[in-house]
């Protein structure tokens, strides 16, 4: 077991924990933790911290009922910060957000990401817009869409056969495309299939293999 007496606690007897959705991996909430919040979230498995500015414990959902479900804790190098991994029964800030951190300092270039394409898929379905493909295709309708999912599939069949890396990409995006396309029309969100690829993995450490890969 760790001894969480070799923790560097702060001259408040403070440690920063900064919690992350263990699905996600997107940051939740930085807050902090004595010996005795940090105690009861090990023996309960939820997220117990330190109030600050009500100077008292508190465990995270006891009022909201967003529990968060501690997965691993980690502490860094110096011992002196922790990180928190959790799934989480509700929205983490108390302004009903998932993340408390969505206030933008400084802005680059916006990056591509997985999340930013579901959701512009996700618009072209709940506001149509003419000459948008994918908006053709919640048009035509599921029929279409699955026909479309068959036919790039092929496509990446056949990029692969062919041993053609740069063809093979291509058609995986495509597919990669046109199946989200599918979660949309029938509902499935990123976190759902994410979810389940996460329950596949064997709990039982002494089977040394996965249920699928």
Not at 28 to 35: E, G, I, Q, S
């Amino acid at each position: 077991m760790f001894d969480i007496n070799t923790l560097k606690f702060d001259d408040k007897g403070l440690i920063p924990a900064i919690v992350v959705d263990a699905v996600t991996k997107d940051v939740l909430t930085l807050a902090y933790m004595n010996r005795e919040s940090l105690q009861i979230s090990l023996d309960k498995k939820l997220t117990c911290f330190w109030s600050r500015s009500r100077g008292e414990l508190w465990l995270k959902g006891e009022t909201s009922g967003n529990y968060q479900h501690i997965v691993s804790i980690t502490a860094d190098c110096d011992r002196d910060a922790l990180v928190i991994m959790v799934n989480k029964d509700g929205p983490a800030c108390h302004l009903g957000t998932d993340s408390c951190f969505s206030e933008p300092v400084l802005e680059g270039p916006e990056a591509f990401s997985m999340d930013g394409l579901m959701n512009l898929i996700k618009g072209r379905k709940t506001n149509p817009q003419e000459g948008s493909y994918t908006t053709y295709l919640f048009e035509k309708g599921i029929d279409k869409i699955l026909k479309k999912v068959g036919e790039e599939s092929t496509e990446v069949i056949i990029g692969a056969k062919g041993n053609d890396k740069k063809e093979t990409i291509y058609e995986i995006a495509d597919l990669t495309y046109h199946v989200m396309v599918l979660m949309t029309e029938m509902g499935i969100s990123l976190d759902d299939v994410k979810a389940e690829l996460a329950s596949r993995h064997v709990i039982d450490k002494k089977v040394k293999q996965e249920k699928m890969v």
